[in-house]
């Protein structure tokens, strides 16, 4: 069998993979509500959803570092990526140990598309289809929701010393564009590090996330100097960069962050 990932390359499969090794957690939470859990043979150390399964299955690394020995020994029929979470140089090296799927997302049409080609790979296309249905339904209902609210200027941080942000071309600026928010460093790409005394930055709310960098209540202050009329926020970094099934879950998130702290 012969099926595409989303950098449109082509993946020869001898049947319906059994054993999954998975380098990348939204997607490795998503195997688990198609109901593949068993068939995962290997993660990552950061693939904490459902929090039992890095106590069950063999850590094979990280997303930029892992262990070829290790997933080679666990005979892999699949090695699940991402274009942004793992490097070029993972990727390549999985292909010599067993077929690669890469996924490439920045948009929800493109995590639908994601559970639709896991749906077909791993022959568990109902269940794929209610997660995508699901996800139709939280996404419209909320983009109603907040349709109404006027729009403010955020930025997103990821990590500190350096400072940096997400900024355009990321599946981060595409939520929090469908949250109503303006990206104040929108003009740049990707994950910049920025300077704390850009004067022409207008800000509304600084959102700094739970990851990748683990920011907590203290380091609010840090930033109170550089943005004194901003709100200061602590946001849940999985709701903001994770994909497949915690989708579900982020617009509920979503609705209840304005509604609690962001108003």
């Known amino acids: 069998m012969v099926?595409?990932?989303?950098?449109?390359?082509?993946?020869?499969?001898?049947?319906?993979?059994?054993?999954?090794?998975?380098?990348?957690?939204?997607?490795?939470?998503l195997l688990c509500d198609l109901g593949l859990e068993q068939s995962i043979v290997g993660v990552t150390k950061f693939c904490v959803h459902p929090n039992h399964l890095i106590k069950e299955?063999?850590?094979?690394?990280?997303?930029?570092?892992?262990?070829?020995?290790?997933?080679?020994?666990?005979?892999?029929?699949i090695?699940?990526?991402?274009?942004?979470?793992?490097?070029?140089?993972?990727?390549?090296?999985?292909?010599?140990?067993a077929a690669v799927h890469v996924s490439d997302i920045f948009t929800i049409n493109d995590t639908l598309e994601l559970v639709k080609m896991y749906g077909d790979i791993f022959s568990v296309k109902e269940k794929?289809?209610?997660?995508?249905q699901a996800i139709q339904v939280e996404a419209t209902g909320f983009k109603e929701w907040v349709q109404n609210k006027p729009v403010k200027n955020v930025v997103y941080f990821i990590w500190k010393k350096p400072w940096m942000v997400a900024a355009n071309?990321?599946?981060i600026n595409y939520l929090l564009s469908i949250n109503n928010f303006k990206n104040s460093f929108g003009d740049l790409s990707r994950y910049p590090e920025i300077a704390l005394d850009n004067d022409d930055v207008t800000v509304d709310y600084v959102l700094l996330s739970s990851e990748p960098y683990p920011f907590k209540e203290k380091h609010k202050k840090d930033l109170k100097?550089?943005?004194?009329?901003?709100?200061?926020?602590?946001?849940?970094?999985?709701?903001?960069?994770?994909?497949?099934?915690?989708?579900?879950?982020?617009?509920?998130?979503?609705?209840?962050?304005?509604?609690?702290?962001?108003?």
Not at 3 to 29: A, C, H, M, W, Y
Not at 57 to 76: E, N, S, Y
Not at 83 to 88: D, F, I, R
């Open 128 to 132: 794929a289809t209610a997660i995508s």
């Open 3 to 29: 099926f595409q990932d989303q950098l449109q390359r082509s993946i020869q499969l001898q049947g319906v993979p059994k054993r999954i090794v998975s380098l990348v957690p939204s997607q490795t939470e």
């Open 169 to 171: 071309n990321t599946f």
């Open 57 to 77: 299955k063999t850590i094979v690394g990280g997303t930029k570092q892992v262990h070829l020995d290790r997933i080679a020994a666990l005979q892999p029929d």
């Open 225 to 263: 100097n550089f943005f004194p009329n901003a709100k200061i926020c602590l946001v849940d970094g999985e709701m903001f960069s994770w994909y497949g099934s915690r989708l579900i879950k982020a617009f509920r998130y979503f609705k209840t962050l304005h509604q609690d702290y962001l108003h």
């Open 79 to 97: 090695i699940l990526c991402n274009k942004e979470e793992n490097t070029q140089e993972i990727v390549e090296a999985c292909k010599a140990i």
